[in-house]
């Protein structure tokens, strides 16, 4: 099939051509592989805990299907797991040409290729329900008895580390879906840096660190950026924080984008960084700097309140706070 895709579940000869045969890495827990007529993957845990999380990708214009893979499968890891399969559901616009499906599910197996991971299966389908592809991804991962972490487990005293820099996806998303908005406001080479951003967007490597090293809690660093994870992790452990802004690296590339279009790049979002409570920050960050990750303390979780500090005065959250994502709101502003 050559033209464009009709309304309705995608063809068997599309899903041949386009799907399958970039399915990632094959696992051996995995009995029954995606294929045509199987309505279920089945895998076999060998009496390890199961981590399961969605994410549906609906920023990104560009290279969704690696955003895709990489956000479902940083919020497993997050948990302790380490990442084993996909399930992946395609929703195309009818008249879309085979080849950017292809082209999505290309994207898509190169990340978990990347990370020793199997897409299990889904379902591919057309509608005119949406004007512009969707894509939801449920990354699966196994935690060994005993070493389930999660956004729940940090105590008031631990300091929060945090990894990369904030707003790291979002100054990506920027630079490569929004080019034209930012004409004349970035050199060449930050246009480059930032781009290169995309690279680092997986926190599995330092996830699978930090629950080895002491890791109380994690979370993985999406919409809302830094302080609505903080705020997160905060109400799932029970806690209050205070971060101290001046600590909170950003890259250069992203405080010039903040400085020129008026947004806070604590609240970008940014997975491909991770928050860590823990005990001991100073092993945290050597261990995560001896892998090249970089890492830095930010933070504490405290016993009540929700801070965030600039130098010695500290401003508190409001009580109806939301970890509302700046890109979404430079976005709906532009498209009016």
């Not at 045509?36 to 214009?61: K, M, N, Q, R, Y």
């Not at 631990?158 to 707003?167: E, H, I, Q, S, Y």
């Not at 950003?250 to 860590?276: C, E, N, R, W």
Request: with cysteine; glycine share 12%.
């Amino acid at each position: 099939m050559k033209g464009p895709t009709p309304a309705g579940k995608v063809s068997p000869w599309v899903l041949e051509r386009c799907i399958f045969p970039y399915l990632g890495a094959r696992r051996s827990e995995v009995i029954v592989r995606a294929g045509l007529g199987e309505d279920a993957a089945v895998f076999d845990p060998d009496g390890l805990l199961v981590a399961v999380s969605t994410d549906p990708i609906t920023a990104a214009g560009k290279r969704m299907g690696w955003y895709a893979a990489h956000v479902a499968l940083n919020d497993v890891a997050a948990g302790g797991a380490r990442p084993l399969g996909l399930l992946v559901t395609i929703i195309l616009p009818p008249g879309l040409a085979p080849a950017a499906l292809a082209e999505l599910q290309r994207d898509l197996a190169e990340a978990a290729s990347d990370l020793g991971v199997e897409v299990l299966g889904g379902h591919t389908e057309s509608s005119d329900a949406v004007t512009r592809p969707v894509i939801v991804a449920t990354g699966i991962g196994l935690i060994p008895r005993g070493g389930r972490r999660g956004s729940a487990g940090g105590r008031a005293g631990d300091r929060l580390v945090l990894t990369k820099t904030a707003g790291l996806e979002g100054t990506a998303i920027l630079v490569s879906d929004y080019a034209d908005r930012l004409a004349g406001i970035l050199t060449p080479a930050e246009s480059e840096a930032a781009l290169a951003m995309l690279a680092r967007i997986s926190v599995v490597p330092e996830a699978l660190l930090a629950a080895e090293n002491g890791a109380a809690a994690m979370h993985d660093v999406t919409e809302g950026g830094v302080i609505g994870a903080a705020w997160e992790m905060a109400r799932a452990s029970r806690t209050g924080f205070r971060l101290d802004r001046d600590q909170v690296p950003v890259a250069p590339v992203t405080a010039k984008l903040a400085a020129m279009l008026q947004f806070d790049p604590m609240k970008l979002m940014s997975s491909g960084s991770l928050l860590i409570a823990t005990a001991r920050p100073e092993v945290m960050v050597s261990v995560l700097a001896s892998a090249g990750i970089d890492a830095a303390v930010v933070g504490t979780l405290t016993a009540s309140d929700y801070l965030v500090a600039t130098g010695d005065s500290a401003a508190e959250l409001p009580p109806d706070f939301s970890p509302d994502d700046e890109l979404f709101r430079l976005v709906t502003g532009w498209r009016g």
